[in-house]
């Protein structure tokens, strides 16, 4: 029978494997959950580092975006200037041309004309007439020509101290005698509003061409003879069957009247 001391060492000694084995498992069981929380405290740390990354990379992207959308919309303010600033470049130059013309013309006419520039037209008689800046006191006188180096743009209807008016060709009370160039064929031009004016009552089987140039008869002493008018851009025979209506296209355009040269009548 086993005595009482090595009763207590037998307790003693399983006690002691009983906790090696605990300490070993708790070892065991602790490794990997260390490794787990070491690998996991790292994935976070990656990602939280990952995350921040991405972050600032989306802000200096949307930096970079505002940096440029500024430079393109300065740069389209720069296109948009320049583009303004050539647009008025070219109307300067197409203002000196005409000026030049003018001083041309005015040069070649035997009376002495008046330079004047188109100051306004109304929209309630758009095709009828417009407004220049010479008036009484620069010796405007009524029923004057007004042309152009391209054509005749209509007659003085009415002068006040500073300015007058002109009765553009396309306005239907307007008549002026014409010729038919290549045939020689006289007439009597009528404005038409907005449409073109037209030649009327020529004799049916008048050899009248698209394309023959009109100009100025010039016998009332008011227009200058041979100056343009235009050209012929339609023929077709009238209601009556027995006379023709011819359109022209004016040589001037006007609705972009800036220079004009007044020609004062020839006294009778």
Same mark, same amino acid.
């Given at each position: 029978? !086993? ?6 060492? +037998? ?11 605990m300490?070993?498992?708790i070892?065991?069981i ?7 929380i070491?690998?996991?405290?790292a ?11 991405q ?9 970079e ?39 041309d013309l ?7 004309t008046?330079?004047a520039?188109?100051? @306004? ?10 407004? #220049? ?17 391209q ?5 003085? +209807?009415?002068? $006040? ?5 002109v009765r553009?060709? +396309? ?7 014409v ?5 020689n064929l !006289? ?24 394309g $023959?140039?009109?100009?100025?008869? @010039?016998?009332?002493?008011i227009?200058? !003879? @041979?100056? !343009? ?12 069957g027995?006379?023709?209506? #011819? ?6 355009n006007?609705?972009d ?12």
């Open positions: 029978m !086993p005595s009482a001391e090595d009763s207590r060492f +037998t307790i003693s000694s399983a006690t002691i494997a009983e906790l090696i084995f300490i070993m498992l070892f065991m602790a490794g990997p959950v260390s490794g787990l070491s690998w996991t405290n994935t976070v740390n990656a990602l939280i580092t990952q995350g921040n990354m972050v600032e990379s989306t802000r200096n992207l949307a930096n975006l505002i940096t440029a959308s500024k430079k393109i919309e300065h740069l389209e303010k720069k296109v948009a200037d320049s583009e303004l600033e050539l647009t008025k470049l070219r109307q300067e130059a197409k203002d000196v041309d005409k000026l030049r013309a003018l001083l005015k040069q070649s006419i035997d009376r002495k008046i330079g520039d188109v100051t @306004g037209r109304s929209p309630d008689n758009w095709y009828e007439q417009v407004t #220049i800046d010479k008036g009484a006191r620069n010796n405007v006188q009524l029923g004057s020509a007004v042309i152009t180096n054509g005749i743009v209509g007659q003085i +209807t009415q002068v $006040d101290e500073n300015t007058s008016v553009l060709i +396309t306005d239907p009370d307007q008549k002026i005698g010729v038919i160039q290549r045939i !006289p007439g009597v031009l009528r404005g038409n509003y907005k449409n073109q004016p037209i030649i009327e009552f020529v004799p049916v089987g008048s050899a009248v061409d698209v $023959d140039k009109v100009t100025c008869l @010039g016998n009332g002493g227009f200058p !003879p @041979g100056h !343009p008018i235009g050209t012929v851009s339609l023929v077709r025979r009238d209601t009556n027995t006379t023709l209506s #011819i359109e022209v296209r004016t040589a001037e006007l609705y009247l800036t220079h004009v040269l007044i020609v004062p009548p020839i006294s009778i």
